[in-house]
């Protein structure tokens, strides 16, 4: 099909107006048609010595003091994150480091007012071991059931995994307050030693006569004896070569309730185990 020139439309002014670097309809008026130009482009002057510490190129620049000051909150801070921990790696069973605890104490109604006082020990790289209370259970002379015993945390009996933590925790914290039944005669001869042993063996049996008081009830028993359990992890050696698992009865201890070495506790003492089915 052939168009003649007469019937092809004009694009002269459309070629202009592109060639000017504007993009107009050709069905517009050439001559309405606005020209919108960028503006030139300037480069930002170079901060000055008034206004360099409150504006640059980039936005607003905190003032120097300020940052000083967010610098030293930040440190108090990271400090009262660390009190807690570093009087917790210190401590032994006797007494604390008494720079960590001042450090501590310095701290203390900062990191108790944002729930930071935490030890975190537990879960550290290398966590000691675990702890367990055998219950003897000696029932009421009426009933003819022998004696039993129990475990406290029993992960075959302890259902749900919540109930199970709990006991659990109550082990931790039974054998974290333990406190000799009697002192030798060398640690009698220090006064500070002496007062802090009756502190804390006045707690530790309040805290094994709840314990006590609360089976009773439950297991309606008319004698109670608790045993602290000890349970190592084993090394290396004892997994690899020998073939021990994480329960080996070989791992439990007994920890003696004077200031003497625990004594291994023959298997024939430990709970026997269920036929309960162990929930996953």
């Known amino acids: 099909m052939t168009i003649s020139s007469a019937s092809q439309p004009n694009l002269g002014f459309v070629t202009d107006y592109m060639g000017r670097g504007q993009c107009c309809s050709p069905y517009s008026n050439p001559h309405k048609q606005k020209r919108f130009r960028l503006p030139p482009r300037r480069e930002d002057p ?36 660390l009190s807690e921990p570093l009087r917790f790696f210190s401590r032994s069973e006797v007494r604390t480091g008494p720079e960590f605890a ?54 075959k009996v302890h259902w749900p995994r919540l109930l199970y933590h709990r006991y659990f925790m109550l082990a931790e914290f039974y054998n974290s307050r333990f406190a000799p039944t009697t002192i030798g005669d060398e640690e009698k001869k220090d006064p500070e030693f002496v007062r802090r ?19 009773k009830h439950s297991q309606t028993a ?35 309730e004077t200031m003497q070495d625990a004594a291994v506790v023959p298997v024939d003492e430990l709970p026997s185990k269920t036929n309960e089915r162990v929930r996953p």
């Open 222 to 256: 008319e004698r109670i004896e608790l045993k602290r359990l000890e349970r190592l992890l084993p090394d290396s050696q004892q997994v690899l070569k020998e073939g021990w698992t994480l329960n080996d009865p070989r791992l439990i201890s007994v920890l003696s």
């Open 197 to 215: 042993w009756a502190y804390d063996k006045e707690l530790y049996d309040q805290l094994q006569l709840s314990i006590v008081s609360s089976l």
């Open 46 to 81: 170079m901060p000055n010595s008034e206004n360099s510490n409150t504006r640059t190129n980039l936005g607003i620049r905190c003032p120097a003091v300020l940052q000083n000051v967010l610098l030293a909150l930040l440190l108090l801070h990271f400090l009262g994150v």
């Open 102 to 155: 001042m450090f501590s104490d310095l701290f203390k109604p900062y990191s108790q007012w944002l729930y930071i006082n935490h030890g975190y020990f537990f879960f550290a790289p290398n966590p000691g071991p675990g702890h367990l209370i055998q219950c003897t259970i000696q029932p009421q002379v009426s009933q003819t059931e022998s004696s039993q015993t129990l475990l406290l945390p029993d992960r």
